[in-house]
């Protein structure tokens, strides 16, 4: 394995990691400040209660937050394959990709209801970033030689 390449590829694994944590962490702490998840519903639901805007808004933020512990894991498992120089990191990279772009997908095309989009733009973008560095990991890895 290439000396230079290895270094440059944990670099983007961990910019990944990096943009998930802060993907999973962006709802947790808007609910908890600004609450644009809350208002996200209510403009969605004017009629609904608080009790229901408010349960809606942590099934939106609870689900975002899953989505990054199962990217971290994801991306923390590959840091690990590429570390240790593994053989079967170029799969298990490409998997990650493929969900973890096929969730970003999903995420800025889900509505339903009387939401035009489930998951709000901001949210989207966000979750949409780490799957950007996924494909240029997924690229490194694969343009390195293998043991």
Do not use: E
């Amino acid at each position: 394995m290439s000396s230079t390449a290895t270094p440059k590829t944990t670099r983007v694994l961990h910019l990944g990691l990096a943009l998930t944590v802060l993907a999973g962490l962006a709802p947790l702490i808007d609910v908890a400040t600004v609450d644009s998840l809350g208002n996200h519903v209510r403009s969605a639901y004017p009629d609904w209660p608080d009790d229901l805007i408010a349960m809606d808004r942590n099934a939106i933020a609870g689900y975002l937050a899953t989505i990054g512990v199962l990217g971290i894991a994801g991306w923390l498992w590959t840091i690990v394959g590429v570390r240790k120089h593994a053989r079967w990191v170029r799969v298990v990279g490409t998997i990650m990709f493929a969900l973890g772009a096929s969730a970003a997908l999903l995420n800025m095309s889900l509505s339903g209801g009387a939401y035009t989009n489930v998951i709000p733009p901001l949210y989207s973008t966000l979750g949409a970033l780490p799957a950007l560095a996924g494909l240029a990991a997924v690229v490194l890895i694969w343009r390195q030689p293998q043991r």
